[in-house]
């Protein structure tokens, strides 16, 4: 099976590199453990001998764009740029759109596409998401909503499959999204892969969602917000907080849903979530003590939580 990895100037060198590497290994390990599985093969797409990933690492190229039309899966990383303004930028760059442009003419030719994080610009601006379900990074929604209305976008989950697309969320996803590949080959060689790399399976990216990113100016929110991340362990009753930070239950409900599209509620339960995951990863508690942490009497209404926002993300949850 050929995978072609399509890059331009100014690639994200981490997402590159973790698409490559991990089907590497994968190929590796499928030598290694079971060679009746179908050999994975890797090609680097460039219209240059060489590329300069954003910070300024040479990758060399093995194709040429136009040659992957013999492949099975093109895969586009993000580009390396950190907010929107610099996304939508690096889109018109010379040598992203000559990448667009390639990938664009394989459409309809039996070719998988899949992008993930701002590579998912890419695939959208190729026309090849048009009237698919995909995802992209959280942080980029609302102007990929914007500038791609045409495209069914969900981007709570990590992995979205839909038809010749696959696509996957924020820049550590790109990972996710290669095991994803994988497991088209081999479920038990994906499998082996993340027990090799000790990668998590990750289902939503509604967890790791973080206000700021959301919207920026709107300082009632961000009080808010920093409010439930210094009382974690106590009540938060909404009104109580309310009073605190000199406004109505109303008011505070108005702008929470305007800027989190989530009531106050549901933002103080996600902030106890994405708490109790990261202390559930880094830390040997158990779930009844990280309860405790982020504000629960037990484990029990936690493991409910998690439950809830790792397979239902967007269901809102009970108060």
């Known amino acids: 099976m050929l995978f072609v990895i399509a890059v331009a100037d100014g690639v994200f060198p981490s997402g590159f590199t973790l698409i490559h590497d991990t ?6 390990l499928r030598v290694r453990h079971d060679p009746a599985i179908p050999k994975l093969s890797v090609a680097v797409a460039g219209d240059e001998p060489m590329i300069r990933t954003a910070s300024g690492v040479l990758v060399p190229t093995t194709i040429r764009p136009q040659q992957a039309a013999g492949a099975d899966v093109v895969v586009v990383p993000a580009v390396g740029e950190f907010d ?8 018109t760059a010379p040598a992203v759109a000559r990448m667009t442009e ?22 959208a601006e190729a026309g090849l998401l048009d009237g698919h379900r995909a995802t992209t990074s959280w942080w980029l929604e609302q102007s990929f909503r914007s500038r791609y209305p045409a495209v069914d976008l969900d981007s709570d989950r990590m ?7 696959m696509t996957a969320g924020a820049a550590y996803a790109h990972v996710d999204l290669a095991l994803a590949l994988v497991r088209l080959v081999s479920v038990d060689l ?5 027990r090799h790399l000790l990668i998590d399976r990750r289902a939503a990216q509604s967890t790791y969602v973080a ?13 808010f917000e920093r409010h439930i991340r210094n009382h974690l362990r106590e009540p ?16 505070l409900e108005r702008r929470v849903r305007a800027a989190a599209e989530m009531t106050p509620v549901e933002l103080i339960q996600r902030i106890r979530v994405e708490r109790a995951e990261h202390l559930l990863a880094t830390t040997e508690q158990s779930v009844d003590q990280v309860a405790a942490d982020v504000g629960y009497r037990n484990g029990a209404t936690l493991r409910a939580l998690l439950r809830r926002y790792r397979h239902r993300p967007r269901q809102p949850p009970h108060a």
């Open 211 to 223: 206000i700021d990113h959301i919207r920026r100016t709107d300082a009632l929110v961000q009080d």
């Open 190 to 194: 994906a499998d082996r892969v993340a």
């Open 236 to 251: 938060l009753p909404v009104a109580a907080i309310s009073r605190t930070l000199g406004t109505t239950p109303r008011t």
């Open 102 to 123: 390639a990938i664009a003419g394989l459409a309809g030719s039996g070719v998988l596409f899949a992008g993930a994080c701002s590579g998912t610009f890419a695939m």
């Open 23 to 28: 089907l590497i290994v994968a190929e590796h």
């Open 159 to 165: 992995i979205v499959r839909d038809r010749d697309t």
């Open 84 to 91: 929107e303004v610099g996304v939508i930028g690096a889109l």
